[in-house]
């Protein structure tokens, strides 16, 4: 029993002795500035004995220390305007505090440093807004914007490069409406001029080139559908049926673009136009009567539907041939063939939807309309 006593007595003086020869080494290192050796032979000791509370101390003092040295480094670039070593530093020093929280160290951080990094990208935008005020002067727009949104990103209070972002946005697009302007592209003016006032309501002159180029892009517009006997050849319906279904929706969706260029002449004169063609299907009614039509409605341009195709029962398919009229020469603006299959409507109604889509389709078609496109 005595000779057990004895040796756990040697192998504690052991132990103790193993402790105090790596304290002593870890402090070596430490005194002689090695903080990361000091750091490691510190936290193997505390690993093995967690009770020893001077292990853990030490590897909290060189913890702090190596943090420090790390805040140090990012600060020294901070001051030198190198901020992107800089923030490469910080962010080293912030994972390792990270690290070392996570292990109960608690390391303290030194807020100048963040202070010295606020400076360094206040100058960092100030230069960039130097090279996007020199993009702008040389007409390269899209870098002077890269450049100026940089510098906001930077600098949140820099409103110089925030209106300069915007300048480098406005500039270009203002051009290209002056130039839609003299093709006597009116439409296209008016829609810069409007992205233009949309971002800035202190631009004087957009507002006075929108208001004169929605003077010459606007245009009255009337819808003359055209009857075709060969769809009721199958039941549909009442002969005419499905073309005034069409017009409905198609004036809906007309309105529906809330376009200020467009003004839709409605008198309701759907059913009376097409029970006309229907007691003279023998006439002809091509081109010059739907400008006839719609010069009578009070209309510059005119748009014709004729469903040349439509089933909504076995196929479900719709298929529109429609053209723009301009009425005071006939010439035809725009000719186009619209189609809605059953792929492209889901449950419900068939008719209904096809007529819809179809509807929606042409309108789209429309808003894409220029008059003074060649």
């Known amino acids: 029993m005595r000779w057990i006593i004895a040796l756990l007595s040697l192998l504690l003086l052991s132990a103790c002795g193993s402790t105090r020869k790596q304290l002593a080494r870890a402090d070596q290192y430490e005194q002689g500035g090695m903080m990361q050796e000091a750091f490691s032979a ?32 990012a600060s020294e670039r901070y001051m030198a305007n ?13 994972q390792w505090k990270r690290t070392m929280d996570g292990k109960g160290l608690a390391l303290q951080w030194d807020d100048h440093v963040d202070d010295q990094r606020r400076t360094a990208q206040r100058n960092k935008a100030r230069t960039l807004l130097d090279e996007a005020n020199t993009f702008y002067r040389e007409e390269r727009f899209a870098e002077a914007q890269d450049m100026a949104e940089a510098a906001v990103k930077l600098d949140h209070e820099l409103k ?16 290209q409406g002056r130039k839609a302007e003299e093709l006597g592209l009116w439409r296209a003016a008016f829609t810069q001029y409007v992205w233009i006032t949309d971002r800035d309501v202190d631009y004087k002159d957009a507002w006075d ?10 245009y009255t517009l009337a819808y003359v559908p055209l009857f075709n006997e060969l769809l009721y050849t199958v039941q549909l319906g ?40 229907q007691r003279n299907m023998q006439g002809t009614y091509d081109d010059r009567y739907a400008a006839e039509a719609g010069d009578l409605l009070g209309a510059r341009y005119v748009l014709t539907g004729r469903i040349l195709r439509f089933d909504d029962i076995l196929i479900k ?15 035809i603006m725009m000719a186009d063939m619209v189609r809605v299959n059953r792929q492209e409507i889901g449950k419900g109604t068939p008719r209904a939807q096809l007529l819809e889509r179809a509807a929606a389709r042409i309108a789209q078609r429309i808003s894409e309309f220029d008059p003074g496109a060649k």
Request: charged residues 30%; hydrophobic residues 45%.
């Open 209 to 218: 080139r929108m208001a004169v180029a929605k003077g010459k892009a606007m």
């Open 317 to 331: 398919q719709i298929e529109v041939q429609i053209q723009m009229l301009d009425v005071q020469t006939g010439r």
């Open 82 to 94: 190198d901020l992107g070593v800089g923030d490469r530093n910080r962010t080293e020093a912030m």
């Open 160 to 175: 110089e490069a925030d209106y300069l972002a915007l300048l480098a946005q406005l500039e270009p697009r203002y051009r």
């Open 42 to 73: 510190y936290e193997e000791l505390f690993d093995r004995r967690p009770k020893a509370v001077s292990a853990h101390l030490g590897m909290k003092r060189t913890a702090q220390s190596l943090l420090d040295r790390k805040i140090i480094a």
């Open 238 to 277: 009442m002969p005419g049926q499905v073309e005034e279904q069409l017009s409905a929706n198609l004036k809906a969706a007309i309105l529906d673009l809330k376009d200020p260029l467009i003004l839709l002449v409605d008198r309701d004169n759907t059913h009376e136009i097409l029970a006309e063609q």
